[in-house]
């Protein structure tokens, strides 16, 4: 800062190359070189990596084939754990009987209703979660459980 002339090296994600405060726009991480001077003669140069993280997002399966073969064998939230903050999955028969419920994303419904394998038909689920974003969201839909 306190420059009179600026000089920005990269300029495709910036909305100036010489001013103080440009608008970056970019979607990946970028490392900028800015160089000053002022009246006086005095030279500075700076480099500033801005690191650009990708926005959270989750997706739901909408089936799932528990069978053992490590394969899409549960069914949870396709996403990296880390982008939570909250979570609360729940897993609902045809008939709304709530059969499984989990608020930790390293567990998902194995298929099973107490300790013995769900019949092969769809499922309802309600998904609530927080993302580190400070986003909220509830999903709800159903899953195929094939066997």
Known sequence: SGADFYSWEINSALSCTDCPNPLFTADT??????????????????????????????????????????KNDVFKPVGEPAIFTEYQLRVFSRWGERIYESFDFGDGWDGAINGLPAASDVYLYMFDYELIDGKTGHLTGEVILIR
């Open 29 to 70: 991480t970028t490392l900028f070189v800015i160089s000053g001077l002022n009246n006086n003669n005095c030279f500075d140069t700076v480099h500033l990596r801005v690191f650009v993280l990708p926005e959270p997002s989750v997706d739901m399966p909408n089936a799932f084939t528990p069978n053992g073969d490590q």
